[in-house]
């Protein structure tokens, strides 16, 4: 039997370092947290959080929405009548002067660089970004924002309760379900805090999809984006590229004119492969859509000074470049001046679309994509000897985009001397229908010396804290996939055994050429892995005491019982330096971002 064979095989056996008590059995159906039994909602930010999870689960709303995909109307309809239940015609968020961004990579990244760029303007932004899209990190209350910040817990439930008092009364006795579901929910929450703060305009991020997603009530948006287009969720969505676009074509809109007749809402894209920008092109002329093709930052940045963007990786430039038209296109919509001088333009080398107008960023812009702040997104934390690069990529082309920047920063840093040790860490896990093993694949040039596995979970027991709280999967449920990671990690690492195993990456995995780290021998056996049972127990072994920030709860005395995470304990106590990629999900790194910056959470 081969050495990778017997670790892995040992790794299996022991690598899930738990409390005592704690197991894996199947039989056992312990729920990550207890459904709160009927009683009257209290008025604590708690109790808002629990009851709202007390709704449809994210996952029963898209079974419904996949069982219905077939008829869009009726489901726009529904949400139409839950507005109007609420309070609200789909004629009042004429008022709100929308900014839709759809999307499968970049979407979140885009709306926060244009909330930003119009922020400088002195406009006072809402920003909402749909539970569809992307999870939020530490508080669902992060979904909504004012002018960039989230709104404060005292401000979510009394909206909170405001709304759901107010479809209580006015549900129908004849009618099984008198509430939305979770997605829908908070839709309708945001449109009502927008309103009532009256914002100048608001940034609104699509949640799945775009046709069939709960925020294509919006009849009259001023301008539309759509971010890079991949593949995911393909059970919802189609598996095709060419599917994808034409969901993410829906929001697209044509809308009367006072005079009479129609036009199109104007809308912008990035460079896309042919197949899905033809969709998109033929999405858009079916109603008189001007739908324009963003050139490249370097073009607006001809004879200027160079862009700096808040967001690292070389990937935020297309989304920094949407952002600028979209904002732009804003302020011209609404007469707003210094919308930027506009430079000579070139044609579209793609010529499926025309090109959108090359200009001189304003001082307003850039300092807005410079003052960008987007937490778990290529993101990093440094800590004493511990450096933390946090990015929630969970799909194949977001990853390849994570292993890229974390390998840049990598080249980077200042460099140590050969004597000097240094170790690569990797904290991982993936959720829902997604493979893992192409994601893990892609995260091989990094060149780990541990690989570490854990759910979404900061303890072992979140029922205190409600935002954490998930009744879709058991405890078993959740581990046991991190043990199936772990089990691809050792196939991959089987694989790899072989003479050219740290051989050059294509520029597909690992970027370009010249930004290969130096080639290290890998180990006899390959990277060591673990999997534990939460992410604090999981910090706790990476930083052994050295994060001077981190503060965790005491640890499990047999934390070190495996034998790879006593050896390994010592070489990060002694590593000169500890580099640590978290990624994988977003809920993973908004757990790890709890953990290491308290702050998050009051």
Known sequence: ???????????????????????????????????????????????????????????SYLAEVKRRRGDLQTQLETMKLYLARSGLQVEDLDQLNIIHVTGTKGKGSTCAFTERILRNYGLKTGFFRSPGSSPHLVQVRERIRINGQPISPEHFTKHFWRLYHRLEETKDSSSCVSMPAYFRFLTLMAFHVFLQEKVDLAVVEVGIGGAYDCTNIIR??????????????????????????????????????????????????????????????????????????????????????????????????????????????????????????LKASRPSLLCQLPLAPVFQPTSHMRHGLRDTEWPGRTQTLRRGPLTWYLDGAHTSSSVQACVRWFRQALHRRPKSGPEVPEVRVLLFNSTGDRDPAPLLKLLRPCQFDYAVFCPNLTEVSSTDNADQQNFMVTLDQVLLRCLEHQQHWSRLDEEAASPDLWSTPGPEAGGPASLLLAPRLPHAHGTSSLVFSCISHALQWISQGRDPDLQTPSSPRDLLAHPVASSGASVLREAAAVHVLVTGSLHLVGGVLKLLDPSLSQ
Not at 38 to 59: F, H, I, K, W
Not at 224 to 251: N, R, Y
Not at 264 to 293: H, K, M, N, W
């Open 220 to 341: 009259k948006p001023v301008v539309c984006g759509v971010s890079s287009l991949g593949i995911d969720h393909t059970s919802l969505l189609g598996d095709t590229m060419e599917k994808i676009a034409w969901q993410k074509g829906g929001i697209f809109k044509v809308i009367g004119q006072p005079q009479g007749g129609e036009h199109g809402v104007p809308a912008f894209t990035v460079p896309q492969p042919d197949g899905p920008l033809a969709v998109l092109r033929e999405r858009a002329e079916q109603i008189s859509c001007p739908l324009y093709l963003c050139p490249p930052l370097e073009a607006l940045e001809e004879g200027e000074p160079p862009l700096t963007l808040g967001l690292e990786g070389e990937h935020q430039r297309a989304n920094a470049a949407l952002a600028l038209q979209l904002a732009r296109c804003w302020l011209q919509r609404k007469d707003h001046q210094g919308i930027g001088e």
């Open 1 to 59: 039997m081969s050495r990778a064979r017997s670790h892995r095989r040992a790794g299996l056996f022991l690598a899930a370092v738990f409390p005592r008590g704690v197991t894996t059995r199947v039989t056992g159906r312990r729920e990550l947290s207890a459904r709160p039994a009927p009683q009257e909602p209290g008025m604590e930010y708690q109790d808002a959080v629990r009851t709202l999870n007390s709704l449809q689960t994210n996952a």
